[in-house]
Nanobody, 113 residues
């Protein structure tokens, strides 16, 4: 299974971006889909996740600003990011976990004026 993430870019503080991630390859219905991020010099951290029962979880730092959505039958997951802050700058990775765990290649999000 290969994951393809897209939608990153540069945005001013307060702006919005929408990340997308789509799986291709073997057919699989992930139990959990999520987004992680890694800023320079920092460890990768979980940003948001959604289960096959549509339970959603968010890091405290993004609650109220980011919204995760997805369809595990379509093997797609999205991250709507609003009210972006400079501290949201990072490489964002999507992840899907079922029988196996797969990661996307990462997409850069830069928030600056």
């Amino acid at each position: 299974v290969q994951l393809q993430a897209s939608g990153g870019g540069w945005v001013q503080p307060g702006g919005s971006l929408r990340l997308s991630c789509e799986a291709s390859g073997s057919i699989f219905s992930p139990n959990v889909m999520g987004w992680y991020r890694q800023a320079p010099g920092k460890q990768r951290e979980s940003v948001a996740a959604i289960t096959d029962c549509h339970v959603k979880m968010y890091a405290d730092s993004v609650k109220g600003r980011f919204t995760i959505s997805g369809d595990n039958t379509e093997n797609t997951v999205y991250l709507q990011m609003n009210s972006l802050k400079p501290e949201d700058t990072a490489v964002y990775y999507c992840m899907m976990r079922g029988i196996q765990e797969s990661w996307g290649q990462g997409t850069q999000v830069t928030v600056s004026s």
